[in-house]
Structure formats: structure tokens, C-alpha cells
């Protein structure tokens, strides 16, 4: 995406489905963001989700954008603790690669195309548009065979 509105980027979205990774091996469903943008142009990120023993736990994270010469699609995540932030290897890439014109369905990557998030702003999304975005993101060069939807009771 070569540009995105943050105010009507922020606000809540439902992981609908991702890619296996480590950061949410104990995440069993009801997975959601809530991007904030502040007043320094950050974004603060909220990414609660349902662990197998119905416990909720929440991670707390910040955006940034990369550099003056990188689009603001393209912002840097962390979610170490703030007195860690002066370290580069705790920002990662938090790429929007697609992103629906009324901003109700985004999809999440970065370059070397290991993770992968499907959100909406609703919990559920209808079949025929999941195949439309698959069919995009593998011609991204991403590998769906791993692809997990993501269980919401909402």
C-alpha cells in the first residue's frame, strides 16, 4: 500500500485468520487489535486474545514509521518494553500489504513474508472475500498452506 489514512486505520479490528507464529503459540481465539493514534504520530496497539484455559491475556505494543523515505504502510512495530525502544532489533516490520477502500478489511505482512494477519472489522468474513484475498496475498508470494482462521466467539 503506498499510503494510509492512520485515523481511519485506528480504531478496532478482528484477526480473522494468520500464520503460525511464536508470539501467539498460547492464543486459542477471540484475537483483536486496537490501534490509537497519539499525538506523536505513534500508534499504540492493544492485541488482547483467549488463551486455551479461557484466560484472556494482553500484549502492548507501538508503531512508528520506519524512515522519512518509507510510506506510513510500512511502519515499524515493537512490543518490548519501552526502555528497550533505543534497540533496532526490537522493532520489527508491520507491513499493510492490502487494505480494503472503506478500510473495513486489512492484511498484515512483512518482506520476508513469515507472518500474516488477516483483520476485518468484524469478527467473521464471508468465504468469497476470504478467497479474493487469499488469491491476492499468494500472489504476493505468501504460503497459505499454513494459514490459520482464527476462532472468534464474538
Request: with cysteine; glycine share 8%.
Amino acid at each position: 500500500m503506498p499510503s494510509v489514512d492512520l485515523k481511519r486505520y485506528s480504531g478496532l479490528w478482528y484477526e480473522i485468520a494468520c500464520l503460525p507464529n511464536r508470539f501467539q503459540n498460547d492464543c486459542a481465539g477471540d484475537v483483536t487489535a486496537t490501534y490509537t493514534l497519539l499525538d506523536d504520530g505513534e500508534i499504540k496497539i492493544i492485541n488482547p486474545c483467549r488463551k486455551e484455559d479461557g484466560e484472556m491475556k494482553e500484549a502492548e505494543g507501538r508503531a512508528r514509521r520506519a524512515s522519512d523515505n518509507q510510506p506510513n504502510s510500512k511502519p515499524k512495530v515493537r512490543f518490548a518494553p519501552a526502555f528497550l525502544s533505543f534497540l533496532p532489533f526490537v522493532w520489527g516490520d508491520y507491513w499493510i500489504v492490502d487494505l480494503a477502500p472503506d478500510y473495513s478489511i486489512a492484511v498484515i505482512g512483512e518482506p520476508n513474508r513469515h507472518y500474516l494477519w488477516v483483520l476485518a472489522r468484524t469478527p467473521k468474513l464471508d468465504e468469497t472475500i476470504m478467497e479474493k484475498i487469499s488469491g491476492r496475498v499468494r500472489g504476493m508470494g505468501y504460503d497459505l498452506g499454513r494459514l490459520i482462521r482464527t476462532k472468534q466467539t464474538h
